[in-house]
């Protein structure tokens, strides 16, 4: 059973940032693309950004590209979203996902990734 715990969530002021991490434990977590999600009150989650097994390719949501990154160390299991120039409406729980399936495709869409966190709260005040 693959777990992911997410951690670095917390309150900043909007310009600020704040860096999120995911530690992956119960099998092998290079087998795994990552993603970073996201899920606001009252809206549907959302996709934030993803990064493939290597760390060499990435593609993000356009409301955060330039803003955010993702990042993945191997041989920590754990992956990162370093979020600068916060926005109040970055305000969410954060979550993070992998994704087993075979090929190199990164995918966007939820139903994709088999497993999940728990959730991390950050909020941007203005």
């Known amino acids: 059973q693959v777990q992911l715990v997410e951690s670095g969530g917390g309150l900043v002021q909007a310009g600020g940032s704040l860096r999120l991490s995911c530690a992956v434990s119960?099998?092998?977590?290079?087998?795994?693309?990552m993603g970073w999600f996201r899920q606001a009150p009252g809206k549907e989650r959302e996709f934030v950004a993803a990064?493939?097994?290597?760390?060499?390719?990435?593609v993000y949501a356009n409301s955060v590209k330039g803003r955010f990154t993702i990042s993945r160390d191997n041989a920590k299991n754990t992956v990162y979203l370093q979020m600068n120039s916060l926005k109040p409406e970055d305000t969410a729980v954060y979550y993070c996902?992998?994704?087993?399936?075979?090929?190199?495709?990164?995918?966007?869409?939820?139903?994709?990734?088999?497993?999940w966190g728990q959730g991390t709260q950050v909020t941007v005040s203005s």
């Open positions: 119960g099998h092998t977590f290079s087998n795994y693309r």
């Open positions: 996902a992998a994704d087993g399936a075979l090929g190199s495709k990164i995918q966007v869409g939820i139903p994709f990734y088999d497993y």
């Open positions: 990064i493939t097994r290597s760390g060499s390719s990435t």
